[in-house]
């Protein structure tokens, strides 16, 4: 028997929608299991799901569009996640111009609450899965990217007819999950394509993407402080940095999904509260005063005995309507490369001017401390 080529080879060729072919037939219509044919596991499980549910790979999705009153509910019950996130995705909206892809942005149910990038509305594929209302979960629309991703909580892509139903195989699609401030996931943002060139490096796009709206997430909840996480040698100010937001008496209010990875025994679940001295082991009095001095770089343990570099500031009055931007004087955030040599200096002036020891403090060359040094004069 020849040996089919593996799904994910020579992306968008004919190879690669032939494998897809191959497998549909086998899994969705002779109900085989697929095994070796290449195809992601999300895609796999999905097909299953479906399966379970009753659908019909042959049958049409139902592009079901809710009622006005549902419709006013889904609207004011995601404003405040559309707000947030219109920015971004604006930003999104430029990155893909050129691609005749666009993106849609759902809430926890898969149901459509805003949309952005260049739609062409006389195309009824493109209309019908961007009304904002519209149901695209998996019982709904079976296997997508949007539907996979919410099952999933993780960054998928899908192409072509690697989705359930045989009038959705012109879709191409990246998704990835929002998780919110309290851990639970809060919707989803995708990259869709019709017709398209196959493009899975739209992934990690969206997989970012949906990092800066749950960053932003996090910041726009009411706290007090915010405290910028990561691990030595790692430059703070990005959006790669873990977030905890905290009021005034040192409760978290809210934080990102890095921080919850960084800190595994940490569990905001939004129901029980948890004080950040359960977390971190620094004195509430320290980590306060280190916010209101405006001092830039903070050495913060863990009961583990890890340690972070931290960044404590006082939240800025409406700065957190908009998504935290590096170099951003509306923030009162150093560019990256001042707030790189901002940390230097910092531990240079803590190891009492001993370059080796400041360069093992940050996890660094002393060559590289001497020039970036020396590039600031």
């Known amino acids: 028997m020849s040996t089919l080529p593996s799904a994910h080879s020579y992306p968008g060729s004919h190879a690669r929608l032939e494998s897809i072919s191959y497998a549909r037939k086998r899994m969705l219509l002779e109900q085989q299991t697929v095994g070796a044919s290449g195809l992601a596991p999300w895609v796999e499980r999905s097909w299953q799901r479906c399966i379970s549910y009753g659908l019909q790979p042959s049958h049409s999705a139902i592009f079901t569009a809710l009622s006005i009153q549902h419709m006013r509910r889904t609207a004011e019950g995601n404003a405040h996640l559309v707000h947030i996130a219109k920015p971004i995705l604006e930003q999104l909206g430029r990155a893909i111009a050129n691609t005749r892809y666009f993106a849609i942005l759902t809430n926890a149910d898969g149901v459509v609450v805003d949309v952005s990038g260049a739609i062409d509305r006389s195309d009824p594929r493109a209309d019908l899965i961007t009304r904002i209302g519209t149901d695209l979960s998996e019982r709904s629309m079976g296997t997508t990217a949007i539907s996979t991703a919410l099952a999933e909580h993780q960054p998928v892509w899908l192409h072509r007819g690697e989705h359930f139903f045989s009038n959705t195989t012109h879709y191409s699609c990246a998704g990835a999950p929002l998780i919110g401030p309290d851990g639970v996931c809060q919707g989803m943002l995708d990259v869709t394509g019709i017709d398209a060139m196959e493009r899975p490096e739209l992934?990690?796009?969206?997989?970012?993407?949906?990092?800066?709206?749950?960053?932003?997430?996090?910041?726009?909840?009411?706290?007090?402080?915010?405290?910028?996480?990561?691990?030595?040698?790692?430059?703070?100010?990005?959006?790669?940095?873990?977030?905890?937001?905290?009021?005034?008496?040192?409760?978290?209010?809210?934080?990102?999904?890095?921080?919850?990875?960084?800190?595994?025994?940490?569990?905001?679940?939004?129901?029980?509260?948890?004080?950040?001295?359960?977390?971190l082991g620094v004195p509430q009095d320290l980590l306060f005063d280190a916010a209101r001095q405006n001092r830039h770089f903070l050495e913060v343990p863990l009961w583990s005995g890890l340690v972070f570099h931290a960044w404590a500031t006082v939240r800025q009055s409406d700065d957190t309507l908009q998504p935290m931007v590096v170099g951003s004087p509306r923030h009162g955030v150093l560019p990256l490369k001042d707030l790189e040599t901002a940390l230097i200096r910092k531990a240079v002036d803590e190891a009492r001017g001993n370059i080796a020891k400041a360069a093992q403090t940050l996890g660094i060359s002393r060559a590289t401390v001497y020039r970036k040094l020396a590039r600031k004069g």
């Not at 915010?226 to 959006?239: A, V, Y």
């Not at 999904?257 to 001295?277: D, E, I, K, Y």
């Open 203 to 279: 992934m990690h796009l969206v997989a970012q993407t949906a990092r800066k709206i749950e960053n932003a997430l996090v910041l726009a909840r009411k706290h007090y402080l915010t405290l910028r996480l990561n691990w030595p040698g790692s430059p703070l100010g990005s959006d790669a940095d873990g977030l905890l937001c905290l009021d005034k008496d040192g409760w978290i209010q809210g934080a990102n999904s890095n921080a919850r990875q960084m800190v595994p025994l940490f569990n905001l679940n939004g129901t029980t509260a948890v004080h950040f001295s359960e977390v």
